[in-house]
């Protein structure tokens, strides 16, 4: 008999996951197995027989649930996740060169450490939100490399640490400034299935509801808006958010500018009205949900050259005729 879809899945180490998804915590099934953890951590014996499948061959585990806490010592795994940087564990001996998506992408297994090294997370204090690379020649294709593991599918994630992702974003206008603006969004976020990745026309009105100019500024804080709301990005096990994006206004302004302006009654050093207000505030507001569920979002400027695949994408959005009048949130699922 086949097992009901709202059961959990047992692994060996005696975490739960949805049955259809295999998630810790699955918005898709309105679940959240995380309180395992710290019945497993105190010890404490919890019986869920009510629950696990019958079946099971269903269960997708950890491929490094069979690995000994020496082996876990030897990876070199952090509190939090980390790995000496420039360490490089899998099956993909050398990573690509390039994270222009493709369907022969190269993949390599994450490997993670067999036990939960950390409990349940607070809100994060104090953030830090421009990301700084280790080496000032440091690029995309060196920090993060496509990794798959049974919880999220092939992402772009940090070499020497498991929990972290890399999401590319870009905005781009067709005659900005002309007579007849088109200004197209778009992020990328998976390193195998290009059209998975997202592109979409800029809304004419935005979250205030108010209509607003097409213009390039727009559609790169509305790109970096919905690469943050796409996805339970946490439920597939990240704690750290990195946007890549070659925008200055972008970086500059949610990491620097954004909060003396809402100090200053959302005006300028020179005292005039921030230009896009709403959607600065709307970026804000995501940056915000993310902390206070323990995630950290942080931005990293990179050249235009290392950004290429999301500014094509950025500009077919913005050829697209069809566009929405009204702003509304993208969610992907089972992507």
């Known amino acids: ?44 014996a919890a019986s ?12 997708v585990g950890d491929p490094s649930e069979s690995e000994t806490a020496n082996e876990d010592e030897d990876l070199g795994f952090g509190s939090d996740g980390e790995r000496p940087v420039g360490e490089y564990c899998g099956i993909v001996t ?19 450490p067999s036990r939960w090294t950390f409990g349940r997370r607070g809100a994060i204090q104090n953030p830090v939100r421009r990301f700084t690379p280790p080496n000032s020649s440091d690029i995309p294709t060196a920090l993060f490399v496509p990794q798959v593991w ?13 929990q972290e992702i890399l999401i590319y974003t870009d905005g781009a206008c067709l005659s900005n400034g002309g007579a007849d603006p088109r200004a197209g969004c778009s992020f990328i976020f998976h390193p195998c299935a290009p059209n998975a990745n997202v592109g979409f026309r800029l809304e004419l009105k935005g979250p205030d509801n108010q209509v607003h100019p097409q213009t390039s500024n727009r559609a790169e804080l509305r790109a970096a808006i919905a690469a943050l709301q796409f996805r339970a990005w946490d439920g597939e096990g990240f704690t750290r958010i990195v946007i890549a994006t070659d925008s200055e206004y972008t970086v500059l302004g949610v990491t620097e500018r954004v909060w003396n302006w809402e100090k200053n009654g959302w005006l300028t050093a020179k005292g005039t009205p921030v230009q896009n207000r709403d959607l600065w505030e709307a970026l804000r507001d995501e940056v915000f949900k993310w902390e206070t569920r323990g995630v950290r979002v942080m931005f990293w400027l990179i050249p235009r050259e290392q950004n290429l695949a999301a500014d094509t994408l950025a500009k077919e959005a913005a050829a697209k005729l069809e566009v929405n009048s009204h702003y509304s949130p993208i969610y992907g699922v089972m992507v």
């Open 1 to 44: 008999m086949p097992a009901h879809p709202y059961r959990p899945i047992e692994l060996p180490d005696g975490s739960l996951r949805c049955q259809n998804h295999h998630l810790e915590a699955c918005t898709e099934c309105g679940v959240d197995y995380s309180f395992m953890r710290d019945i497993l951590r105190h010890g404490r």
């Open 150 to 162: 049974y919880q999220h599918k092939p992402r772009f994630v940090r070499r020497s640490n498991y």
């Open 94 to 112: 050398v990573p690509p060169t390039s994270h222009v998506p493709r369907k022969d992408m190269p993949v390599e297994q994450s490997q993670r």
């Open 48 to 59: 869920h027989s009510d629950f696990t499948t019958s079946d099971s061959s269903s269960a």
